[in-house]
């Protein structure tokens, strides 16, 4: 059965996911294909709304639980408004973050446990899940710092998980990786801490391996 056409990007703070979703999403427009480049939290208004309590504001804003609620409410309706319409017209449908980010951060990084984050996932999403998902993995400290310049040179950019301290985000990154071992057919794990071109090329070499005779 043909791999549905659903990527997302995941990976911790500063791991260069967002570029590189930007960037395969040209290089597939460029094939002559329909594109659709969205977020989490976020892709449509409702879930943008949603998005501006969980990204902005102090890191003990809210409780573990109820930040995991908000997730998955932007969740739904994401899918069933932007995601799913899409890939039923046949277009390629990139993710900038998607399920997994709420495991790895929630169910990992505040310690809800992994059950707990995928009751919720069955009940929201059911069976529904991406074809393919490149984890974007990083050292810890490299992508705080990271993320710590592309904050100081954005105005307003998001930075309530970055104030969350390491052994946070030690957490996330161990959640990631605990995915990706699990899901070896879905989860591939890209080294970005390389530079960008050979983190490109990386992409690149799992996309034509994974949706072979599609991808050009």
Known sequence: MARIRFITFEGGEGSGKSSHARRLADWLKGQGR?????R????????????KLLVQGEAARWEPMTEA????AARRDHVAK??????ARGAWVISDRF????????GYGHRLGAEAIDL??????GDFAPGLTLLFDVPVALGLERAGTRNVAVAGA?????????????????????????????VAVIDSAQPMEA???????????RYPGEIG
């Open 34 to 38: 329909e594109v659709v480049l969205t």
């Open 40 to 51: 989490e939290p976020g892709g449509t208004p409702g879930a943008e709304e949603i998005r």
């Open 69 to 72: 609620l908000l997730h998955f």
């Open 82 to 87: 932007v995601v799913q319409p899409a890939l």
């Open 99 to 106: 399920a997994d980010s709420t495991m790895a951060y929630q």
């Open 120 to 125: 919720l996932r069955r009940l929201v999403l």
């Open 158 to 186: 998001d930075g309530r998980y970055e104030s969350m301290g390491e052994a946070f985000h030690a957490r996330v990154r161990d959640g990631f990786l605990a995915i990706a071992r699990a899901e070896p057919d879905r």
């Open 199 to 209: 983190v490109a090329a990386a992409v690149a070499a799992v996309l034509r391996a």
